[in-house]
């Protein structure tokens, strides 16, 4: 556990807290928004056992990781996770990104290739592109949607993270079979610790067009695995990693029955299942 520099804003070094552990083949798990690395625990836990090497780190503005007031983009969110990958030496790597971190995986694999990766996931992922243009009716939000959500997180994000995460984790519906109130009060209190400027500026990093990035994954030859719930409010499956192999043909995409975004905790065991399983255990 500690710190690694990927950037400096004025006389701050930017750091970016990580965890280390176990032996064998890496996985580097990127996380999702409003959350940090310890939302992994599950799957961690899982790798672990199935005799990984694995690695979490926050991202800039989330967590434990500086804040800065910019910089809350793919280009620069790729750049972090090559450092991270650079620094740690790692090659023959898993990358797995939840939600907002299958940006990451993605924008890295199109800009820095495939040489140090063995294995791309995206769970519960934003690609394709989530804008609804006139090139891409079948998006899921207009920019107005990501303005007001900015705008409400920014009057009051502590309040906003309420419903937030009621549509996250599907409460209606998970609660309290898969889904504790202990665990949505953890997971409420991780929210709450973001930074403002992380909190305000990441959702319009969501609207990102991936589509010529997977167009450039798709001439390469690592593995992509796809892995998203049936029942997700937060990003639609049919708008998402339903269509990933239209861009990437050889992706493969297990659909989680009935889980909702925040599967990671809900639905874990099928998680683990399928993420195991890709990796060939």
Known sequence: MGFITVDQHNSTPVGLYYTDEGHGQPVVLIHGYPLD??????????????GYRVITYDRRGFGRSTATPTGYNYTTFASDLNTVLTTLELTDTVLVGFSMGSG??????ARYGEERVAHAVLIGCLQPYLLNTEDNPDGAVDMAFIEDFS????RDR????????ENFFNTDQTMPERLSPEALAHHHH?????????AVHAPFSWVEDFRNDLEVINGYTVPVTVIHGTADQILPFTATAQRVPQWVQRATITDITD????LLWTHRHEVNSA?????GN
């Open 37 to 50: 690395g310890t939302s992994w625990e599950h799957q961690s836990a899982a790798l672990l056992d199935a």
């Open 104 to 109: 990451e995986v993605t924008r890295y694999l």
């Open 151 to 154: 705008t409400s997180v920014r």
């Open 158 to 165: 502590f309040a906003h993270m309420t419903g937030f995460l």
């Open 190 to 198: 991780v929210a709450n610790a973001a930074s403002a400027h992380g």
């Open 259 to 262: 889980a909702p975004h925040g």
């Open 275 to 279: 993420l195991l399983n890709a990796l």
